[in-house]
């Protein structure tokens, strides 16, 4: 291979290298040797790459540095890479210099050599040159605006207060000034719990010249009421000193009251769509849903899962004989006495008309025909609000690894069919024979 072919190929796989990975903390880094050349021409055009490699990573230094506002960063005069940042620098570097004379009160400063940012900053000088109007329109803000506004020291002393501050918690800045009125506020959880200022973050914002928001916030009144605010705390830097904060705080009284009727109103909302709206126990769709739950959690843990669906035996009989309203009775006292007799872990679901089902998780298909069996006889001896015996068949099936909601329930209904057809009153299983025993 000729030396001006590997000089290529190297330098090739290299810059593909930087494409693709970025040029890294430590730069380009020159893959070659130029002493390897024997042949001049090659050896100069080494050299000469080897140059601008070494221009390449000085000025994506001085680039960095720029982005980290470090402006005295220098680059050799030669690297031609580097000129239209050091004309940026140069730029920056005036920049600097007129805004620390703005900030000692020379108003008569003009930015004109960086475009759209001169317009931003020479409008600043603008607005910054009437300052005794400036402080008379924030003093004439803060007295009409709508929200209390502290400005405090690193502390936490209160150093001013505005009318609207005094008007929501009753303080007047005379009494209240140098003390810290921190110790007024508190941040409460959603259960209620009130934390102490200690237990915030406000405290160490204030002190640190951090910014801190916060909708759950409660300032003590002066007449010991509570009262929820929103909160936004803003730092108050003045040149390298950390001066205080300025607290801005609004009464959030009616929202959280909003906020909670809506609470309560969304729970109202998912209870009604998650039960039956005549027993009170869930509806056939919530009953799918954690049906679907208690599939996945058997087959991950390969743990027991039985279904037991039931239907009151001749209940057309209840409802032709003695009304629906009693009938409708009937299926109330029929799921409250179902669902006394039952497992916490067990659930109960009306899964339309007269029929109902469960779901037995951990128990196995002759478990689940013993829970069937004991529920069938707590049926059969419970009095209910007709002059007549109310019974119940069950039909009982077990989680196999391949089911799913319809397979199951569908074997249990077959079951529950059979029960029907051997004459009632008793439980069958999806394994029971065809003909009664």
Same mark, same amino acid.
């Given at each position: 291979?000729?030396?001006?072919?590997?000089?290529?190929?190297? +330098?090739?796989?290299?810059? @593909?290298? $930087?494409?693709?990975? #970025?040029?890294?903390?430590?730069?380009?880094?020159?893959?070659?040797?130029?002493?390897?050349?024997?042949?001049?021409?090659?050896?100069?055009?080494?050299?000469?790459?080897?140059?601008?490699? #070494?221009?390449?990573?000085?000025?994506? *230094?001085?680039?960095?540095?720029?982005?980290?506002?470090?402006?005295?960063?220098?680059?050799? *005069?030669?690297?031609?890479?580097?000129?239209?940042? =050091?004309?940026?620098?140069?730029?920056?570097?005036?920049?600097?210099?007129?805004?620390?004379?703005?900030?000692?009160?020379?108003?008569?400063?003009?930015?004109?050599?960086?475009?759209?940012?001169?317009?931003?900053?020479?409008?600043?000088?603008?607005? /910054?040159?009437?300052?005794?109007?400036?402080?008379?329109?924030?003093?004439?803000?803060?007295?009409?605006?709508?929200?209390?506004?502290? +400005?405090?020291?690193?502390?936490? $002393?209160?150093?001013?207060?505005?009318?609207?501050?005094? =008007?929501?918690?009753?303080?007047?800045?005379?009494?209240?000034?140098? =003390?810290?009125? /921190?110790?007024?506020?508190? =941040?409460?959880?959603?259960?209620?719990?009130?934390?102490?200022?200690?237990?915030?973050?406000?405290?160490?914002?204030? @002190?640190?010249?951090?910014?801190?928001?916060?909708?759950?916030?409660?300032?003590?009144? &002066?007449?010991?009421?509570?009262?929820?605010?929103? +909160? $936004?705390?803003?730092?108050?830097?003045?040149?390298?000193?950390?001066?205080? @904060?300025?607290?801005?705080?609004?009464?959030?009284?009616?929202?959280? &009251?909003?906020?909670?009727?809506?609470?309560?109103?969304?729970? /109202?909302?998912?209870?009604?769509?998650?039960?039956?709206?005549?027993?009170?126990i869930y509806n056939r769709a919530k009953f799918s &849903? +954690?049906?679907?739950?208690?599939?996945?959690?058997?087959?991950?843990?390969?743990?027991?899962?039985?279904?037991?669906?039931?239907?009151?035996?001749?209940?057309?009989?209840?409802?032709?004989?003695?009304?629906?309203?009693?009938?409708?009775?009937?299926?109330?006292?029929? @799921?409250?006495?179902?669902?006394?007799?039952?497992?916490?872990?067990?659930?109960?679901?009306?899964?339309?008309?007269?029929?109902?089902?469960?779901?037995?998780?951990?128990?196995?298909?002759?478990?689940?025909?013993?829970?069937?069996?004991?529920?069938?006889?707590?049926?059969?001896?419970?009095?209910?609000?007709?002059?007549?015996?109310?019974?119940?068949?069950?039909?009982v099936a077990v989680f196999r690894a391949d089911d799913?909601?319809?397979?199951?329930?569908?074997?249990?209904?077959?079951?529950?069919?059979?029960? &029907?057809?051997?004459? *009632?009153?008793?439980?069958?299983?999806?394994?029971?024979?065809?003909?009664?025993?």
């Open positions: 291979m000729s030396s001006s072919t590997h000089l290529l190929e190297t +330098l090739n796989h290299c810059l @593909a290298q $930087a494409m693709e990975r #970025g040029i890294g903390k430590n730069g380009l880094t020159f893959p070659i040797s130029c002493e390897e050349f024997q042949d001049p021409s090659c050896r100069c055009f080494c050299e000469n790459l080897e140059q601008i490699f #070494g221009q390449i990573n000085e000025t994506y *230094r001085l680039a960095e540095a720029l982005a980290n506002g470090q402006l005295k960063a220098e680059v050799s *005069r030669s690297n031609i890479f580097a000129m239209p940042l =050091k004309a940026l620098q140069s730029s920056l570097r005036h920049l600097t210099w007129q805004t620390n004379q703005v900030a000692a009160g020379d108003l008569s400063q003009q930015v004109t050599f960086l475009g759209e940012f001169s317009e931003s900053f020479n409008h600043m000088i603008e607005s /910054l040159r009437d300052k005794k109007s400036l402080e008379q329109r924030l003093k004439t803000i803060t007295d009409v605006i709508g929200e209390g506004i502290y +400005l405090v020291d690193t502390k936490g $002393a209160l150093l001013f207060a505005n009318p609207e501050a005094e =008007k929501l918690l009753g303080y007047g800045i005379e009494e209240m000034a140098g =003390k810290i009125i /921190l110790h007024a506020i508190h =941040k409460q959880v959603a259960d209620g719990t009130l934390f102490a200022p200690e237990e915030t973050r406000l405290l160490h914002a204030i @002190a640190n010249g951090q910014t801190y928001n916060d909708n759950d916030c409660v300032f003590t009144c &002066k007449s010991g009421r509570l009262m929820p605010v929103s +909160l $936004a705390c803003r730092p108050v830097v003045t040149g390298d000193s950390l001066e205080g @904060a300025v607290l801005a705080f609004h009464d959030i009284s009616e929202q959280k &009251k909003y906020q909670e009727s809506l609470h309560k109103i969304n729970a /109202l909302l998912d209870m009604q769509a998650s039960t039956d709206g005549l027993t009170g &849903k +954690l049906l679907k739950v208690e599939i996945a959690r058997a087959a991950r843990y390969g743990s027991a899962m039985s279904i037991l669906m039931f239907d009151i035996d001749k209940f057309k009989d209840v409802n032709d004989t003695y009304g629906h309203q009693s009938g409708d009775k009937v299926l109330i006292e029929m @799921a409250r006495a179902i669902h006394h007799n039952i497992r916490s872990t067990e659930i109960v679901a009306r899964w339309g008309g007269e029929e109902f089902i469960i779901i037995a998780p951990g128990c196995g298909l002759e478990q689940g025909r013993q829970l069937a069996d004991i529920l069938r006889l707590k049926v059969e001896q419970t009095a209910f609000s007709v002059p007549r015996k109310i019974t119940v068949s069950f039909g799913t909601e319809i397979s199951l329930t569908n074997r249990a209904d077959t079951a529950l069919y059979r029960a &029907k057809e051997n004459g *009632r009153n008793r439980v069958e299983t999806e394994d029971s024979p065809a003909d009664p025993v």
